[in-house]
């Protein structure tokens, strides 16, 4: 049993696929946070955007 034991805690062969989706994982948060965060902007950019481009066909009219 502590043969088995040893050789489990030093077989390293799924550390490559942990360590991969560990990886992953914390750029999927990253980008979640980031996509969060830039929701506001986007809808200021939206909004101006919008205006001027109602200003500029009133102004063609």
Avoid: H
Avoid at 38 to 60: E, K
């Amino acid at each position: 049993m502590l043969n088995v034991m040893k050789r489990l805690w030093q077989d390293e062969q799924g550390q490559d696929l942990i360590e991969y989706t560990l990886l992953m994982a914390f750029v999927a948060l990253a980008s979640a946070a980031l996509f969060i965060n830039s929701g506001a902007s986007v809808s200021a950019i939206w909004s101006t955007s919008n205006t001027q481009l109602s200003t500029a066909a009133s102004a063609a009219s």
